[in-house]
């Protein structure tokens, strides 16, 4: 199936994983003492409980897929799914009110990354700083700031899961980017497992964008940013001639979002897992609210506050591809978008209602 990269029959996995959900949708009284957020949480943006388990049909999707019509040539999709499992399952358990310390997702993250150097052979030994290169040269050093990477990535996707679509829209993204890239070195392995992970998010996406009655959660989020993160590594270790900056760039927003956050906790002495509403979409949302979507329903605040966000990481994913070989330009690209973003942070966050 997956000899070429677009075929119709991958649309039964979007539609296996819509189906998924609309189940998980009709029998919310069911479970939702279970399965349900939160509304009093203090980054929450949703006035209703919603089901948080959206991830799983994602997981179910993926591997239907990888089963029935063997997605890539080999069995790298199988490999990096299951390195994925550690952390899927901590934040799935962490979903369904089993209360899963931020430390302990942590450490699954980090068994995750692990299990991903080990069964697919894979690190990073390349960013193009030369000393940086020289130090991961050496094969546990190299080791350990690819865990780290993957780490980060999969803790950027969970905290920009605050918007209708928004994670889940970033991951698609981010995936065409790679999948386009990939294409034009000629890895189709790679485009074809990516290719096959944007079919399973689509199904969900559709549900979770326009209706918000479902929301990824923290196990499908991690899931995403595990994915994304070791298809990244795979593509910049198989092919030289890709620049690791362009893959940065690719999925920069989440990643520039959870570093400015981390450096306020820093610079203001908060705990690195307290939960607040000082993140990019917070103040997307909170100033698209204030001043020209009042009217609106909650859930079409929420979406097109998404929206904006996602039309600023677009531009990324395509300069990526533009200039995937060039690591200067790439650069270039990630210090005009941090700055951006920097300045974009620092004009809403008058209309916070942290600040109310």
Request: charged share 10%.
């Amino acid at each position: 199936m997956f000899g070429q990269t677009f075929t119709t029959d991958i649309i039964l996995i979007s539609l296996l994983v819509l189906g998924i959900n609309v189940l998980i949708i009709a029998t919310k009284p069911l479970h939702q003492s279970l399965t349900s957020d939160r509304v009093d949480k203090v980054q929450g943006l949703h006035q209703v409980p919603v089901p948080r388990i959206g991830g799983v049909s994602i997981f179910i999707g993926i591997a239907a897929g990888l089963w029935f019509w063997k997605a890539g040539s080999g069995i790298i999709g199988w490999f990096l799914l299951a390195s994925a499992v550690p952390v899927f399952l901590f934040g799935a358990a962490e979903d369904i009110q089993f209360n899963i310390s931020p430390v302990a997702r942590l450490f699954a993250a980090i068994i995750s990354g692990v299990l991903a150097v080990w069964l697919l052979q894979t690190w990073l030994s390349d960013i193009r700083i030369p000393l940086f290169d020289d130090l991961m040269q050496y094969a546990p050093i190299g080791i350990c700031l690819t865990i780290f990477a993957s780490t980060t990535m999969a803790h950027a996707y969970n905290l920009s899961d605050g918007l209708n679509g928004l994670c889940s829209g970033l991951a698609l993204i981010t995936l065409l980017g790679l999948q386009a890239i990939a294409l034009a070195v000629g890895d189709f392995e790679i485009a074809s497992i990516a290719n096959l992970v944007i079919f399973a998010i689509a199904g969900f996406w559709v549900l979770n964008f326009f209706t918000g009655k479902i929301f990824l959660g923290d196990g499908g989020a991690y899931l995403l940013g595990h994915l994304v993160a070791w298809l990244s590594i795979l593509l910049s270790a198989r092919h030289p001639e890709v620049s690791p900056w362009a893959l940065f760039l690719n999925t920069l927003v989440p990643i520039v979002d959870t570093i400015l956050v981390i450096i306020r906790r820093l610079r203001h002495k908060l705990a690195l897992v307290q939960p607040d509403r000082c993140h990019l979409h917070h103040f997307v949302f909170d100033f698209l609210s204030a001043r020209w979507l009042s009217r609106c329903p909650s859930w079409q605040q929420n979406s097109l506050a998404a929206c904006v966000i996602l039309l600023l990481a677009a531009p990324c994913s395509a300069a990526a591809y533009h200039y995937s070989g060039f690591t200067s330009t790439s650069v270039g690209f990630c210090i005009a978008y941090i700055l951006m973003i920097n300045v974009i942070m620092q004009v809403l966050k008058p209309y916070s209602s942290s600040n109310r």
